[in-house]
């Protein structure tokens, strides 16, 4: 069975946002991804990003419409397989905080070039970092 999963890259004033996975994880352990979380059966990855990050750190996005600007496919990691949707969202309510601590031992906002030397979840997630570095209007 793959697990589908959706995150949220989440950038603001202060970077992007970043869960630290805990050490004693079952995938992906003492990485740093970004929030989201697994697609249950008959929803759209959309409006699980949406519940997701409201669960996880308590904010409140509006379920994308679009396609997500990356995915990622994991078949080594995770034996079952992964497939993971991102969407990169600067519209939120609410102030960020670790809400899920029986999966992350933090949140913290990064620079994205800071981000760059973590030990990231998916190799994926460093373009996407780039990406956000090479675009960033407040340079």
């Known amino acids: 069975m793959t697990h589908r999963i959706a ?10 946002l970043m869960c630290h996975r805990l050490p004693s994880a079952r995938w992906y352990p003492d990485t740093w991804d970004f929030p989201g979380g697994h697609i249950e059966d008959g929803e759209g990855a959309g409006e699980a990003l949406a519940r997701e990050l409201l669960e996880e750190i308590g904010v409140t996005v509006r379920a ?11 078949n080594v990691a995770s034996p079952d397989g992964l497939h993971l949707s991102g969407w990169v969202l600067d519209t939120r309510s609410g102030v960020p905080a670790n809400l899920a601590t029986g999966e992350h031992s933090e949140t913290r906002w990064l620079c994205p070039e800071d ?3 973590l030990n990231l979840a998916h190799r994926p997630y460093a373009e996407v970092l780039r990406h956000i570095l090479r675009t960033d209007p407040r340079k």
């Open 7 to 16: 995150v949220g890259v989440l950038v603001g004033p202060l970077g992007v």
């Open 64 to 74: 994308p419409a679009s396609a997500p600007a990356f995915t990622v496919r994991d």
């Open 115 to 117: 981000a760059l030397g």
